[in-house]
Protein backbone atom coordinates (compact mmCIF):
# COMPACT_ATOMS: atom_id res chain seq x y z
CA UNK A 1 0.00 0.00 0.00
CA UNK A 2 1.71 3.24 -1.35
CA UNK A 3 1.14 5.53 2.03
CA UNK A 4 1.61 8.79 0.07
CA UNK A 5 -1.75 8.89 -0.46
CA UNK A 6 -2.50 10.04 2.80
CA UNK A 7 -1.18 13.24 2.39
CA UNK A 8 -4.70 14.26 0.21
CA UNK A 9 -6.58 16.12 2.94
CA UNK A 10 -9.89 14.46 1.53
CA UNK A 11 -8.09 10.90 2.29
CA UNK A 12 -7.15 12.10 5.29
CA UNK A 13 -11.05 12.74 6.22
CA UNK A 14 -12.17 9.11 5.28
CA UNK A 15 -9.65 7.76 8.60
CA UNK A 16 -11.87 6.95 11.54
CA UNK A 17 -9.43 9.12 14.20
CA UNK A 18 -7.08 11.43 14.56
CA UNK A 19 -4.37 9.81 16.23
CA UNK A 20 -4.60 7.04 12.64
CA UNK A 21 -4.08 10.37 10.68
CA UNK A 22 -1.01 11.71 12.53
CA UNK A 23 0.40 8.25 11.82
CA UNK A 24 -0.47 7.96 8.42
CA UNK A 25 0.31 11.68 7.46
CA UNK A 26 3.80 11.38 8.71
CA UNK A 27 4.26 7.96 7.51
CA UNK A 28 3.16 8.95 3.87
CA UNK A 29 5.09 11.47 4.26
CA UNK A 30 8.60 9.64 5.12
CA UNK A 31 8.23 7.16 2.29
CA UNK A 32 8.52 10.19 -0.32
CA UNK A 33 11.60 11.79 1.79
CA UNK A 34 13.89 10.10 -0.61
CA UNK A 35 12.93 12.29 -3.01
CA UNK A 36 13.09 15.41 -1.03
CA UNK A 37 16.12 17.58 -0.07
CA UNK A 38 15.68 16.58 3.08
CA UNK A 39 16.41 13.06 2.60
CA UNK A 40 17.93 11.07 5.97
CA UNK A 41 15.79 12.85 8.21
CA UNK A 42 13.22 10.21 9.51
CA UNK A 43 11.08 9.04 12.39
CA UNK A 44 13.02 6.15 12.10
CA UNK A 45 15.78 7.75 13.96
CA UNK A 46 13.30 9.42 15.89
CA UNK A 47 15.10 7.74 19.35
CA UNK A 48 18.87 8.33 18.37
CA UNK A 49 21.23 10.55 17.68
CA UNK A 50 24.22 10.71 15.38
CA UNK A 51 27.72 9.89 17.63
CA UNK A 52 30.13 12.74 18.52
CA UNK A 53 33.07 13.44 20.20
CA UNK A 54 32.63 12.88 24.09
CA UNK A 55 29.78 10.14 23.80
CA UNK A 56 30.00 7.07 25.59
CA UNK A 57 30.65 3.95 23.78
CA UNK A 58 28.49 1.88 25.65
CA UNK A 59 25.53 4.00 24.25
CA UNK A 60 25.69 3.12 21.10
CA UNK A 61 23.43 1.14 18.53
CA UNK A 62 24.96 -1.61 16.95
CA UNK A 63 21.93 -2.78 15.33
CA UNK A 64 21.76 0.50 13.69
CA UNK A 65 25.04 0.66 12.73
CA UNK A 66 24.63 -2.54 10.29
CA UNK A 67 21.71 -1.03 8.97
CA UNK A 68 23.59 2.53 8.17
CA UNK A 69 26.85 1.78 8.68
CA UNK A 70 26.92 5.10 10.78
CA UNK A 71 27.54 5.49 14.53
CA UNK A 72 24.56 6.56 16.37
CA UNK A 73 23.58 6.91 20.05
CA UNK A 74 20.39 6.28 21.78
CA UNK A 75 18.32 9.55 23.22
CA UNK A 76 16.72 9.84 25.99
CA UNK A 77 13.68 11.61 26.96
CA UNK A 78 15.39 14.94 28.75
CA UNK A 79 17.44 15.34 25.45
CA UNK A 80 14.69 17.06 23.96
CA UNK A 81 15.74 19.73 21.44
CA UNK A 82 13.33 22.24 20.96
CA UNK A 83 9.92 23.26 22.51
CA UNK A 84 7.22 24.16 20.26
CA UNK A 85 3.82 25.38 20.70
CA UNK A 86 1.25 24.62 17.69
CA UNK A 87 -1.71 27.46 18.38
CA UNK A 88 -4.90 26.46 16.28
CA UNK A 89 -7.83 29.31 15.66
CA UNK A 90 -11.27 27.25 16.22
CA UNK A 91 -13.32 30.47 15.37
CA UNK A 92 -16.32 29.83 13.14
CA UNK A 93 -14.89 31.08 10.19
CA UNK A 94 -12.53 28.35 10.03
CA UNK A 95 -15.47 25.96 10.20
CA UNK A 96 -16.21 27.02 5.79
CA UNK A 97 -16.16 25.10 3.54
CA UNK A 98 -16.76 25.18 -0.52
CA UNK A 99 -16.00 21.26 -0.88
CA UNK A 100 -15.81 18.16 1.76
CA UNK A 101 -13.37 19.91 3.59
CA UNK A 102 -13.92 22.39 6.04
CA UNK A 103 -10.53 24.99 7.21
CA UNK A 104 -10.72 23.77 10.81
CA UNK A 105 -10.69 20.21 9.48
CA UNK A 106 -7.78 20.63 7.67
CA UNK A 107 -6.24 23.10 10.24
CA UNK A 108 -6.85 19.91 12.96
CA UNK A 109 -4.69 17.35 10.67
CA UNK A 110 -2.11 19.33 9.71
CA UNK A 111 -1.92 20.39 13.63
CA UNK A 112 -1.97 16.32 14.49
CA UNK A 113 0.71 15.63 11.92
CA UNK A 114 3.41 18.29 13.22
CA UNK A 115 3.05 16.98 17.09
CA UNK A 116 3.22 13.67 16.05
CA UNK A 117 6.39 14.53 14.04
CA UNK A 118 7.66 16.52 16.22
CA UNK A 119 7.20 13.83 19.22
CA UNK A 120 8.52 10.99 17.23
CA UNK A 121 11.75 13.51 16.71
CA UNK A 122 11.89 13.95 20.32
CA UNK A 123 11.14 17.76 20.41
CA UNK A 124 8.46 19.05 22.88
CA UNK A 125 5.21 20.32 21.77
CA UNK A 126 2.41 21.93 23.38
CA UNK A 127 -0.75 22.87 21.76
CA UNK A 128 -3.68 26.03 22.18
CA UNK A 129 -7.24 26.58 20.69
CA UNK A 130 -8.58 29.62 20.43
CA UNK A 131 -10.90 31.46 18.62
CA UNK A 132 -12.15 34.90 20.91
CA UNK A 133 -10.10 33.99 23.82
CA UNK A 134 -8.19 30.99 24.28
CA UNK A 135 -10.48 27.84 24.79
CA UNK A 136 -7.77 25.66 25.80
CA UNK A 137 -3.80 24.74 26.23
CA UNK A 138 -2.04 21.84 27.20
CA UNK A 139 2.04 22.54 28.04
CA UNK A 140 4.72 20.98 25.60
CA UNK A 141 6.37 17.61 26.59
CA UNK A 142 8.17 15.84 24.83
CA UNK A 143 7.44 11.88 26.08
CA UNK A 144 5.64 9.69 23.41
CA UNK A 145 2.47 9.50 26.05
CA UNK A 146 1.92 13.55 25.53
CA UNK A 147 0.35 12.99 22.06
CA UNK A 148 -2.49 11.34 23.19
CA UNK A 149 -3.78 13.73 25.18
CA UNK A 150 -2.93 16.63 22.21
CA UNK A 151 -4.60 14.14 19.38
CA UNK A 152 -7.68 13.66 21.85
CA UNK A 153 -8.13 17.40 21.99
CA UNK A 154 -8.34 17.97 18.50
CA UNK A 155 -10.65 14.82 17.99
CA UNK A 156 -13.21 16.90 19.78
CA UNK A 157 -12.63 20.02 18.49
CA UNK A 158 -15.99 22.20 18.57
CA UNK A 159 -15.51 25.24 16.22
CA UNK A 160 -16.18 28.69 18.37
CA UNK A 161 -17.28 31.90 18.53
CA UNK A 162 -15.83 34.76 16.38
CA UNK A 163 -11.64 35.52 16.41
CA UNK A 164 -9.86 38.08 18.85
CA UNK A 165 -6.10 36.87 16.62
CA UNK A 166 -4.65 40.15 18.38
CA UNK A 167 -5.69 39.39 21.67
CA UNK A 168 -4.76 35.97 21.98
CA UNK A 169 -1.43 36.37 20.48
CA UNK A 170 -0.52 38.92 23.28
CA UNK A 171 -1.65 36.15 25.68
CA UNK A 172 0.05 32.99 24.64
CA UNK A 173 3.16 35.84 23.93
CA UNK A 174 3.22 36.30 27.69
CA UNK A 175 2.74 32.89 28.95
CA UNK A 176 5.44 31.09 26.97
CA UNK A 177 8.17 31.46 28.89
CA UNK A 178 10.97 29.20 27.03
CA UNK A 179 12.24 30.36 23.96
CA UNK A 180 11.50 27.88 21.05
CA UNK A 181 9.15 27.42 18.11
CA UNK A 182 5.63 29.01 18.09
CA UNK A 183 3.35 27.79 14.90
CA UNK A 184 0.10 30.05 14.38
CA UNK A 185 -2.79 28.20 11.97
CA UNK A 186 -5.58 30.46 11.28
CA UNK A 187 -7.69 31.71 8.28
CA UNK A 188 -6.43 34.97 9.85
CA UNK A 189 -9.63 36.67 9.64
CA UNK A 190 -9.49 39.39 11.81
CA UNK A 191 -7.89 42.71 12.29
CA UNK A 192 -4.35 42.79 10.28
CA UNK A 193 -3.26 45.43 12.20
CA UNK A 194 -4.02 43.26 15.64
CA UNK A 195 -2.60 40.25 14.44
CA UNK A 196 0.92 41.30 13.28
CA UNK A 197 0.86 43.49 16.64
CA UNK A 198 0.68 40.44 18.28
CA UNK A 199 3.15 38.54 16.02
CA UNK A 200 5.67 40.78 16.89
CA UNK A 201 5.11 40.35 20.39
CA UNK A 202 6.20 37.12 19.68
CA UNK A 203 9.52 38.23 18.06
CA UNK A 204 10.11 40.33 21.01
CA UNK A 205 9.89 37.44 23.24
CA UNK A 206 12.48 35.85 21.50
CA UNK A 207 10.18 32.88 19.60
CA UNK A 208 10.76 31.33 16.55
CA UNK A 209 7.78 31.56 14.32
CA UNK A 210 6.05 29.91 11.30
CA UNK A 211 2.04 31.30 10.40
CA UNK A 212 0.27 29.08 8.05
CA UNK A 213 -2.65 31.10 6.27
CA UNK A 214 -5.24 28.52 5.73
CA UNK A 215 -7.96 29.46 3.34
CA UNK A 216 -10.38 27.85 1.00
CA UNK A 217 -9.63 27.88 -2.66
CA UNK A 218 -13.04 29.62 -3.36
CA UNK A 219 -12.27 32.38 -0.74
CA UNK A 220 -9.44 33.39 -3.12
CA UNK A 221 -10.68 32.77 -6.54
CA UNK A 222 -14.43 33.73 -5.86
CA UNK A 223 -15.90 31.59 -9.08
CA UNK A 224 -19.45 31.91 -7.96
CA UNK A 225 -21.30 31.96 -11.47
CA UNK A 226 -25.19 33.20 -10.12
CA UNK A 227 -26.55 35.60 -7.81
CA UNK A 228 -25.27 34.49 -4.47
CA UNK A 229 -26.72 35.33 -0.83
CA UNK A 230 -23.53 35.37 1.11
CA UNK A 231 -23.77 35.11 5.19
CA UNK A 232 -20.60 35.93 7.55
CA UNK A 233 -20.45 32.75 9.56
CA UNK A 234 -19.33 34.75 12.97
CA UNK A 235 -21.39 38.13 13.00
CA UNK A 236 -24.62 36.34 10.59
CA UNK A 237 -24.67 39.68 8.44
CA UNK A 238 -25.88 38.67 5.17
CA UNK A 239 -25.52 40.36 1.74
CA UNK A 240 -27.18 39.52 -1.64
CA UNK A 241 -25.06 39.92 -5.06
CA UNK A 242 -23.97 39.41 -8.56
CA UNK A 243 -20.16 37.90 -8.00
CA UNK A 244 -19.56 39.27 -11.29
CA UNK A 245 -19.82 42.77 -10.49
CA UNK A 246 -17.61 42.45 -7.18
CA UNK A 247 -15.17 39.29 -8.38
CA UNK A 248 -12.58 42.00 -10.08
CA UNK A 249 -12.39 44.06 -6.97
CA UNK A 250 -12.91 40.94 -4.26
CA UNK A 251 -9.60 39.08 -6.06
CA UNK A 252 -7.46 41.90 -6.00
CA UNK A 253 -8.14 42.79 -2.13
CA UNK A 254 -7.58 39.12 -1.11
CA UNK A 255 -4.23 39.13 -3.53
CA UNK A 256 -3.51 42.47 -1.51
CA UNK A 257 -3.80 41.22 1.41
CA UNK A 258 -2.21 37.84 1.21
CA UNK A 259 0.58 40.17 -0.09
CA UNK A 260 0.94 42.28 3.04
CA UNK A 261 0.74 38.81 5.19
CA UNK A 262 4.07 37.55 3.18
CA UNK A 263 5.32 40.80 3.19
CA UNK A 264 5.13 42.04 7.30
CA UNK A 265 5.44 39.06 8.09
CA UNK A 266 8.97 38.97 6.24
CA UNK A 267 10.06 41.88 8.03
CA UNK A 268 9.19 40.36 11.47
CA UNK A 269 11.52 37.47 10.17
CA UNK A 270 8.37 35.26 10.27
CA UNK A 271 7.75 32.40 7.89
CA UNK A 272 4.36 33.06 6.39
CA UNK A 273 3.20 29.83 4.37
CA UNK A 274 -0.17 30.13 2.33
CA UNK A 275 -2.55 26.62 2.58
CA UNK A 276 -5.16 25.53 1.06
CA UNK A 277 -7.88 23.20 2.13
CA UNK A 278 -6.96 21.30 -1.37
CA UNK A 279 -3.17 21.20 -0.29
CA UNK A 280 -1.11 17.77 0.15
CA UNK A 281 -0.39 18.24 3.65
CA UNK A 282 3.22 16.86 2.60
CA UNK A 283 4.06 20.89 1.45
CA UNK A 284 3.44 22.04 5.57
CA UNK A 285 5.13 19.77 6.65
CA UNK A 286 8.16 20.62 4.29
CA UNK A 287 7.85 23.56 5.72
CA UNK A 288 7.85 23.06 9.47
CA UNK A 289 10.79 20.66 8.18
CA UNK A 290 12.90 23.41 6.38
CA UNK A 291 12.45 25.77 9.57
CA UNK A 292 13.08 23.07 11.88
CA UNK A 293 16.56 22.27 10.12
CA UNK A 294 17.34 25.86 10.18
CA UNK A 295 16.75 26.24 13.94
CA UNK A 296 19.48 23.17 14.27
Not at 55 to 75: A, M, P, Q, S, V
Not at 125 to 148: A, E, M, T, W
Request: glycine residues 6%; charged residues 25%.
Amino acid sequence: MDKRKYLQPETVAKLQNMALRARLVVEGYIIGMHKSPYHGFSVEFAEHRAYGSGDEIRHIDWKLFGKTNRYYTKRYEEETNLYSHILLDISNSMNYSSGSLTKLEYGSYLTAALAYLMINQQDGVGLGLFHHKLDSFISPRSLKSHLNPLLTRLENITPGQDTNLGSVLHEMAERIKKRGLTIIVSDLMDDMEGILKGLQHFRYKNQEMIVFHIMDREEMEFSFNSRTRFKDMETGDIITTEPWQIKSAYTSLMTDYQKKYKEQCGQRKIDYVPLYTDLNLDFALSEYLRKRIKLG
